[in-house]
C-alpha cells in the first residue's frame, strides 16, 4: 500500500537532547512538509522540500532542522534551540503539479520532560 | 496570505445534511479554496477542493458564492464518522503550495 509513515507514534525525550522525526512516503511524491500541532490549534508550517538536496524554511523554523538526501525521506530534527517542543508532528507529501492535495502521515507525538 | 474565517463548532444530527461555511473576502484570482478534515490524533484528510464552480466528489460538495469571498462545504448526510475538525484553506504557490491551517470548525455529530 502506497502511503506515508512516521515513526515512532509517541517520543518522550529530556530537556536538551536532540531529537529525530522519521518521515518516509512511498508515493513517489516530489514535495513533502512538516508541520506542528498545540493543543486545539490548526497545523503551522516548519520547513518544506519540493525536490530532493533542496529545502525551504516554513513560518517556525527556528530550533528545527531538515534534510532531504532522498526523495522518500524527509527527517526532521527537532533541537535543544527549539524552546517549547512538546507538540504532534505531522509529515506530508505532494505530487508535482499545481494544487494537488496533501497526504499526511499519522503523526509524531513528541514530549519533552 | 489570504485569510479564512470559518465558525468554531458546529453540530448536526446523524443522516442529515451539514452545510459548513467558510468566508474569504480578501481572497485572490489565483487562490485555490481547499478543505480537509482531522480526526482526533490523526493527520489532515484532503476532503475537496474548488476555484470558480461548484465541485462533487464522493466525500462532499463545495459551493463557491459567484464573487468568491465565500464557500460552503456540504456533507449531504452526516455520520457519526464525519465528526472532526474542518479547514477550509485557501492555496496558492507560496511556500511551495503549503497548507495555511487556520482553527477550523468542529463538527459535533448526534445520532
Known amino acids: 500500500d502506497g502511503g506515508i509513515t512516521q515513526s515512532p507514534k509517541y517520543l518522550f525525550r529530556k530537556e536538551g537532547q536532540n531529537v529525530t522525526l522519521s518521515c518516509e512516503q512511498n508515493l513517489n511524491h516530489d514535495a513533502m512538509y512538516w508541520y506542528r500541532q498545540d493543543p486545539g490549534q490548526g497545523l503551522r508550517l516548519i520547513y518544506y522540500s519540493q525536490i530532493v538536496n533542496d529545502f525551504q524554511k516554513g513560518d517556525i523554523a527556528e530550533g528545527y532542522s531538515v534534510s532531504r538526501e532522498k526523495k522518500e525521506s524527509f527527517p526532521l530534527t527537532v533541537t535543544s534551540a527549539q524552546k517549547n517542543p512538546t507538540a504532534f508532528y505531522l509529515c506530508a507529501s505532494r505530487a508535482s503539479g499545481d494544487y494537488n492535495e496533501q497526504f499526511f502521515g499519522p503523526g509524531t507525538r513528541l514530549t519533552v520532560l | 496570505d489570504a485569510k479564512t474565517t470559518q465558525p468554531n463548532s458546529m453540530e448536526s444530527n446523524e443522516e442529515e445534511p451539514v452545510h459548513l461555511p467558510c468566508n474569504h473576502s480578501t481572497i485572490s484570482g489565483t487562490d485555490y479554496i481547499h478543505w480537509y478534515r482531522q480526526l482526533p490524533s490523526q493527520g489532515p484528510e484532503y476532503v475537496i477542493h474548488?476555484?470558480?464552480s461548484n465541485v462533487n466528489n464522493r466525500m462532499a460538495s463545495l459551493a463557491i458564492a459567484e464573487d468568491r469571498k465565500s464557500s460552503t462545504l456540504i456533507l449531504h448526510r452526516a455520520t457519526l464518522r464525519d465528526a472532526a475538525v474542518y479547514y477550509c484553506i485557501l492555496l496558492n504557490s507560496n511556500s511551495g503550495y503549503a497548507l495555511n491551517f487556520g482553527k477550523g470548525t468542529s463538527l459535533l455529530v448526534t445520532p
Open positions: 474548488g476555484l470558480t
